[in-house]
């Protein structure tokens, strides 16, 4: 009986720690006080300061953001960078062409001379943090407005980051947190000399496409290689044929082991933006206003880009990396409708926001927090209608070069009109390659349809807010089709092609450029997006205080439980387990946490775009290729679960065991959990990662580039 009993208690007691998922984008600076304790439990054997040291090597001068928005680590002792497919999208489609399509075929350098440099690309290295709150906050009062607090806080800003930046050898940067209740600094080192190692075909780094994107069972190749360099003393420099690969203070081993259900998972990487402590009517405003006019603007602009592309590789390659994106968040957005509606966030909110309210009106706290969130759910009524115009308008300026040629190409030209002689020659060259740069990346015809759509869209879609005046007045003259319009205006415009805009710049003429068709109008646009009424610009003022008194009063009643601030691109530590999802017909592994070749291969229809296949693979499956990377059940691994908290930005990012050893790299989440950018689920967040053993299985035995695999540090 008492071993009946005994063996009870201790089945209570493992369970929570087979099914918890752990909650929590960290800062590495705390992992010590708050967090290293649970995560020994969990399985890390690695000390604190083997995580985050400022005076030793440590785990994060392993990681690096890339190009300023995904994530990507240092895996071998030269400087070998990793990270996702689609994070290194944009620069392989730009070192592409007809002739030698690395994003179709794939490439892999065979030496250091044939890796390439695109025209743009840096990583950026995390130095040290430290907390300045009490510095920032010092230069506020209780009386000021918004704008008078931000403007008092961004001039002690400036003066933290010119004192740390060491003459300019560091980018520093002070962001707030916890809605502006506490800032911290952070301390960076760029550098500029990335070049790209290999990368495989898109038909696995891009297998699934759209239809799998977000989905589990996944069986995606989404990874990609790029190496740092820097002068002979390892500092940051331009590109130069003389520079060197750099030498890492620490680098990744990687494990080839494999892994298996509750094993120790930790993730380390730059998440972009999560709002988990966004009110109830903030993201009724989302659900309902802001997210079906993303997904609408989002989808109309893809349908545009994909009707050409698909008619040349020349112009698939042109828009492959804006389609791939517009894609990305537009099923984010939609997943977020569906998740945050189906599992009731707004009430939940809601009812924690009423509970806080009874605390916020005590006579005690209702001086300082009383209106708090009256005034949040006053702002939001007031600009559901106006969210809901900005996010059509939006997806136009996103998803055609024109939409604010006004704003970018147009401000140069209108600088060079303005200016003397001398000025002008000194303008002229960056012009001639802005414009150079423009037209690399546009067809257009794609762009007269992209724009005389959303142009449709937005007019009658957006009207609940007025519109802008020019589309208003355009409309009604055109009756809602603008396809007339647009093509006389790409006619008529000195901006749609590099011979106009050199003939402008042999004879500028102020008239000319203020009377262009495209100019006045995207201007007209810009303007009325950036305008604000008297009474909105009242609201938005109150309900910036609220929210920053809404966070405050949550942390200090403990009504809210959650310690942690919001992601916003900042290095985090996030740690879990591997973890399965229920069975799952659609995936032919024993255990729903993986999946595996054969089961990409089941996947395969030839000549599909999302689900085609090279050939070579086919072959190594039906063989069992798998060289020495096949798993101990026999079968090749290539995605796995894990419980991690992670959100966009995290795409790149090393998923780490207990010892500190590379053995995946997270590259998506699961719809079902869509709403974890502002409510945890403990039950169904999973990422979603490429198997270590996957990424050099495609390397060494599918690509034949084994050199690679040599830099790296395997072990099992």
Sequence with gaps: MKKIIFSLIAGIMLMPMSVKADEGMWFLMFIERLNHRDMQKMGLQLTAEEIYSINNHSLKDAIVQFNGGCTAEIVSKDGLVLTNHHCGYDVIAELSSEQKNYLKDGFWAANRKEEMKPSNLFVRFFVRMDDCTKRVLAVVTPGMSEADREKAINAEIAKIEKENNEGGKYTVSVRPFFQGNEYYYFVYQDYKDVRLVGTPPESLGKFGGDTDNWEWPRHTADFSMFRVYANADGSPAEYSENNVPLKPKHYLPVNIGGVKENDYAMILGYPGRTNRWMPASGIEQNVKFAYPAWVEGAKTGMDGMKKYMDQSEAINLMYASKYASTANYW?????????????????????????????????????????????????????????????????????????????????????????????????????????????????????????????????????????????????????????????????????????????????????????????????????????????????????????????EGLRESKIGTIKYPDANSTLRLTYGKVRSLPADKRNDATINNYTTLAGQVKKYKKGDQEFDLPVKVLEMQKNKDYGRYADKDGSLHVNFLTDNDITGGNSGSPVINGKGELIGLAFDGNIEAMAGDVIFDAKLQRTINVDIRYVLWVIENFSGAKHIVDEMTLVK
């Design 331 to 551: 099923k984010n957005r939609q997943g977020m409708i569906d998740a945050l509606s189906k599992f009731g966030t707004a009430k939940t909110k809601a009812a924690q926001e009423k509970k806080f309210n009874a605390w916020a009106n005590k006579p005690a706290n209702k001086a300082k927090y009383g209106t708090a969130v009256d005034n949040i759910n006053k702002f939001y009524a007031l600009t559901n209608e106006k969210s809901r115009h900005d996010n059509y308008m939006m997806q136009l300026f996103r998803t055609t070069s024109f939409g604010t040629i006004g704003r970018t190409l147009g401000r140069q030209m209108d600088a060079y009109v303005k200016a003397d002689a001398a000025k002008r020659a000194q303008l002229a060259p960056a012009i001639e390659e802005m414009a150079t740069e423009m037209y690399k990346e546009i067809h257009i015809p794609a762009e007269k349809d992209i724009l005389a759509a959303q142009l449709k869209l937005y007019a009658t879609k957006a009207t609940g807010y007025a519109i802008a005046p020019s589309v208003k007045k355009l409309a009604e003259e055109n009756n809602n089709d603008f396809t007339k319009y647009v093509n006389a205006a790409f006619d008529l415009s000195i901006f749609t092609s590099m011979d106009r805009i050199k003939a402008f710049l042999a004879l500028p003429n102020q008239a000319m450029l203020e009377n262009d068709p495209l100019y006045t109008l995207t201007n007209d646009m810009l303007t009325h997006y950036n305008t604000k009424s008297d009474e909105i610009a009242k609201a938005q003022n109150d309900y910036s205080a609220g929210f920053r008194l809404l966070v």
